[in-house]
């Protein structure tokens, strides 16, 4: 395989050496690049033996000389220098087969690609891998990868994830554990099908991956009201969620004790649902999983604290502020938001935010967590703000370097409907806190506050 050249970067090693957009990159000291892993991995080599085919089709040996880690200067059409791979399963859990109809088109893809887990920490099947890819992360020995587990047992991982082969692939988890690839692992726990001793079977064959066993997380699946002709799932009662925490707990306990670090997590979602105190932060160790919801609480507390202590020392004035807003939220998180704003309301006696917990009527069904809240659940339940100096938004709510909901509702028209102004509030503690108080702040969002027109 080959890859085209899109454009090469001025003043790049690339341009010195005469390359050009449209040449076609066939192989970098004898190998064949095939994708972004082969270019990354042999492109740090600072000496390169380059194969190039020019426009005309002739072919050329060139050297290039480069510091380890100085790009060559080439760039390409894809990052991934060719096409993304989607999803093959038709898992019973999924959650893009609960979406409704009429949203964005790129809402319903389903990307299972390992190079993504690689780059973006994206978590993957293996069931869209052959044997000789294992075999080129062994011989790159890129590592660590994020592998959607979800049960250890071969045939209930077909059934689970309607995929003949979705249990044969189980067999490249223990020959990356074997290699020493450092593993993350996701398990998306259904009442009844893969928790209890089927749990506990995983739990002790991800036990035998030793040291390569980097962290693993267990989620509660996550169930909309759009689930017509879907498999039949419910959601966890209280007493279900104790009884997987307890599981996972004693788990952790074992790991620990045995290997210096806990490595088996339950997410938040589960501790909420148990209706159960969070862990301590010490709990969670350096939150290896809190992309999965794992500790994300317990660490936005502690952000919230250090940054009050942090303003109390570096702007004790700010603390004076008077004004009134309102945050909303997602209806899992709302009593914890809540007490950051009570520990907050002790140190600025004139500063009022209320929290209001939005109840997800878009998507329904156990759907509770902020990320998922629409514009159109928002506007409807609250009506007129004209009273409130500005609208909170966590910035989850919104799609990354845009200015929408997952309903395409744009925060211009939330501010317009409900007559204030509209500020991005971020997610971490610091951010949370500046929000609360009205300073500003840096954002990586396009947009970060609309005023009222």
Same mark, same amino acid.
């Given at each position: 395989?080959?890859?085209?050249?899109?454009?090469?970067?001025?003043?790049?090693?690339?341009?010195?050496?005469?390359?050009?957009?449209?040449?076609?990159?066939?192989?970098?000291?004898?190998?064949?690049?095939?994708?972004?892993?082969?270019?990354?991995?042999?492109?740090?080599?600072?000496?390169?033996?380059?194969?190039?085919?020019?426009?005309?089709?002739?072919?050329?040996?060139?050297?290039?000389?480069?510091?380890?880690?100085?790009?060559?200067?080439?760039?390409?059409?894809?990052?991934?220098?060719?096409?993304?791979?989607?999803?093959?399963?038709?898992?019973?859990?999924?959650?893009?087969?609960?979406?409704?109809?009429?949203?964005?088109?790129?809402?319903?893809?389903?990307?299972?690609?390992?190079?993504?887990?690689?780059?973006?920490?994206?978590?993957?099947?293996?069931?869209?891998?052959?044997?000789?890819?294992?075999?080129?992360?062994?011989?790159?020995?890129?590592?660590?990868?994020?592998?959607?587990?979800?049960?250890?047992?071969?045939?209930?991982?077909?059934?689970?994830?309607?995929?003949?082969?979705?249990?044969?692939?189980?067999?490249?988890?223990?020959?990356?554990?074997?290699?020493?690839?450092?593993?993350?692992?996701?398990?998306?726990?259904?009442?009844?099908?893969?928790?209890?001793?089927?749990?506990?079977?995983?739990?002790?064959?991800?036990?035998?991956?030793?040291?390569?066993?980097?962290?693993?997380?267990?989620?509660?699946?996550?169930?909309?009201?759009?689930?017509?002709?879907?498999?039949?799932?419910?959601?966890?009662?209280?007493?279900?969620?104790?009884?997987?925490?307890?599981?996972?707990?004693?788990?952790?306990?074992?790991?620990?004790?045995?290997?210096?670090?806990?490595?088996?997590?339950?997410?938040?979602?589960?501790?909420?649902?148990?209706?159960?105190?969070?862990?301590? +932060?010490?709990?969670?160790? %350096? =939150?290896?999983?809190?992309?999965?919801?794992?500790? #994300? $609480? !317990?660490?936005?507390? *502690?952000? /919230?604290?250090?940054?009050?202590?942090?303003?109390?020392?570096?702007?004790?004035?700010?603390?004076?502020?008077?004004?009134?807003?309102?945050?909303?939220?997602?209806?899992?998180?709302?009593?914890?938001?809540?007490?950051?704003?009570?520990?907050?309301?002790?140190?600025?006696?004139?500063?009022?935010?209320?929290?209001?917990?939005?109840?997800?009527?878009?998507?329904?069904?156990?759907?509770?967590?902020?990320?998922?809240?629409?514009?159109?659940?928002?506007?409807?339940? +609250?009506?007129?703000?004209? %009273? =409130?100096?500005?609208?909170?938004?966590?910035?989850? #709510? $919104? !799609?990354?370097?845009? *200015?929408? /909901?997952?309903?395409?509702?744009?925060?211009?028209?939330?501010?317009?409907?409900?007559?204030?102004?509209?500020?991005?509030?971020?997610?971490?503690?610091?951010?949370?806190?500046?929000?609360?108080?009205?300073?500003?702040?840096?954002?990586?969002?396009?947009?970060?506050?609309?005023?009222?027109?």
């Amino acid at each position: 395989m080959s890859v085209v050249i899109s454009g090469i970067t001025p003043g790049s090693r690339a341009e010195m050496l005469g390359i050009e957009a449209g040449d076609t990159l066939l192989q970098i000291n004898g190998y064949e690049i095939n994708d972004i892993l082969d270019f990354r991995f042999y492109e740090t080599n600072p000496r390169l033996d380059i194969t190039i085919e020019d426009k005309d089709g002739s072919v050329h040996e060139l050297k290039m000389k480069k510091g380890q880690y100085e790009p060559m200067g080439l760039e390409f059409d894809s990052f991934l220098m060719d096409e993304e791979r989607s999803c093959r399963n038709k898992c019973v859990f999924c959650f893009i087969d609960q979406l409704p109809k009429g949203m964005r088109e790129t809402l319903y893809y389903k990307d299972d690609d390992a190079r993504l887990s690689f780059i973006f920490g994206n978590y993957v099947t293996l069931t869209n891998m052959k044997e000789s890819e294992i075999d080129r992360i062994i011989r790159m020995h890129i590592s660590p990868i994020n592998i959607s587990v979800h049960t250890m047992n071969p045939e209930l991982r077909c059934k689970m994830m309607n995929n003949r082969f979705a249990g044969d692939v189980l067999r490249y988890i223990y020959k990356l554990a074997e290699a020493g690839i450092k593993i993350n692992a996701q398990l998306v726990l259904c009442p009844g099908i893969n928790d209890g001793e089927e749990l506990r079977f995983t739990l002790e064959e991800m036990y035998k991956l030793g040291d390569s066993l980097q962290s693993l997380a267990c989620v509660p699946v996550g169930l909309t009201r759009y689930r017509d002709g879907l498999f039949p799932l419910r959601p966890y009662t209280v007493e279900e969620a104790n009884a997987v925490i307890d599981m996972l707990e004693a788990y952790g306990d074992k790991f620990r004790e045995e290997r210096g670090t806990r490595t088996v997590y339950p997410s938040d979602e589960f501790y909420i649902i148990a209706e159960r105190e969070l862990p301590e +932060l010490d709990f969670y160790e %350096d =939150f290896p999983q809190i992309e999965n919801g794992v500790g #994300m $609480i !317990r660490n936005l507390q *502690d952000e /919230f604290e250090w940054a009050t202590e942090d303003m109390e020392e570096m702007n004790p004035e700010a603390f004076a502020v008077k004004r009134r807003a309102m945050m909303v939220t997602g209806e899992a998180v709302a009593p914890y938001i809540m007490g950051l704003r009570d520990s907050l309301k002790e140190k600025a006696p004139n500063l009022e935010v209320e929290i209001r917990a939005i109840k997800n009527n878009f998507f329904g069904g156990e759907i509770n967590v902020t990320g998922l809240i629409t514009g159109t659940d928002i506007i409807d339940q +609250l009506k007129d703000l004209s %009273d =409130f100096d500005e609208l909170l938004i966590p910035s989850e #709510m $919104i !799609r990354a370097n845009e *200015d929408v /909901f997952l309903d395409d509702i744009s925060i211009p028209q939330l501010s317009e409907k409900l007559n204030v102004s509209v500020r991005q509030c971020g997610t971490t503690g610091d951010t949370i806190l500046k929000s609360m108080l009205g300073i500003e702040f840096e954002t990586g969002s396009r947009h970060y506050y609309y005023q009222k027109v």
